[in-house]
């Protein structure tokens, strides 16, 4: 073998110097192929290593061909840097440079984003799921429509934001695949030989459809069970500012003299003021199924207080809302 061929390929190889031995040996066989079948050739030996390059150069196209073969096998974002930390190998052009700079913050940009969604919507998921498990620990046991609705709601919103998870990552996956597709077709417009590295074997396809099934099963019988409950009915009225049909009247009479304040906190009923002809001051309250109220005197004060009953999850969001429920309050005229 030629010197020239023989200090090329020493080089090579000590360049290559980390990766796995197979890919080493395949790679300066076929340099070596390559070297000896242009001096057989009667090609000038000197131009043809000039037109190659440095071993170093040669040696950073197989590296970035092996992380692209690696990327295509496994598109995650650890790989798809590997093929990024490479891609410039054996691109020369200006132009070339330019537009594969373009292309790689643009598919660098887009994978994080699509990366970064999935695991914050991942995340979500699972906090949504442990915020109404905590909410239906919370509900009084007698309540046990509303305890499995409350976990109804945390099966059924978990699994669709499991599915719009595994949806980001499948997609980043996709372009990972795509991406790199790209760069290495740019590279190969370089025209520089490089060895077709092994794939080693396909990646498995990863049971999507049933994970994506999975999940809409559990995210289907969580609402069917939210449903069940009579959640939803509540819900729809306090959004909607209705007066609920569950109603119980609750009357209460008190001696106007020993009282000379009134204390009214209501959590979304309204309150409405008005004389009566009797010698009593009277509350009339309207008392839905999710609400409970205390009633009592401290020194010349009447107090009235309404509060939850434990029965409603996510309490603090729907107090937000107005209720048609009234709280009557009405004073004697003299």
Request: hydrophobic share 45%; proline share 4%; with cysteine.
């Amino acid at each position: 073998m030629d010197e020239r061929i023989s200090s090329f390929i020493k080089s090579l190889r000590e360049q290559l110097d980390g990766l796995p031995e197979n890919e080493i040996n395949k790679a300066v066989s076929y340099y070596e192929e390559y070297l000896s079948d242009a001096a057989e050739a009667g090609k000038n030996l000197d131009e043809v290593l000039m037109e190659l390059g440095p071993s170093a150069k040669i040696s950073g196209m197989v590296r970035a061909e092996m992380s692209i073969v690696k990327a295509q096998r496994s598109p995650g974002l650890g790989n798809f840097m590997g093929v990024l930390k490479n891609a410039f190998h054996g691109v020369t052009a200006p132009l070339a440079i330019l537009a594969l700079s373009i292309f790689v913050a643009i598919s660098l940009s887009m994978v994080a984003v699509l990366f970064a969604g999935a695991v914050v919507v991942f995340i979500g998921a699972v906090a949504v799921g442990v915020g109404f498990i905590y909410e239906a620990l919370i509900i009084p046991s007698h309540f046990k429509l509303e305890i499995l609705g409350t976990i109804g709601i945390a099966l059924g919103t978990t699994g669709i934001l499991l599915i719009v998870a595994f949806g980001l990552y499948k997609l980043a996956r996709l372009l990972v695949k795509i991406s790199t597709g790209q760069i290495h077709r740019m590279q190969k417009k370089s025209g520089k030989p490089i060895p077709r590295m092994n794939k080693q074997e396909e990646y498995k396809k990863s049971n999507s459809k049933r994970t994506v099934l999975v999940c809409a099963v559990i995210s289907a019988a969580g609402f069917l069970l939210f449903s069940i409950s009579g959640l939803p009915v509540r819900y729809f009225t306090i959004f909607n500012s209705m007066k609920p049909e569950n109603i119980t009247m609750r009357t209460e009479e008190f001696d106007p003299g020993k009282i000379n304040r009134i204390s009214v906190t209501t959590e979304h009923s309204c309150i409405k003021l008005m004389r009566n002809s009797s010698d009593r001051i009277l509350i009339s309250y309207e008392q839905p199924d999710w609400l409970d109220y205390e009633t009592g005197t401290v020194g010349n004060t009447l107090s009235f207080h309404e509060k939850s009953n434990g029965r409603l999850p996510l309490f603090e969001l729907s107090r937000l809302h107005e209720s048609r429920t009234q709280l009557v309050i009405s004073m004697p005229e003299k």
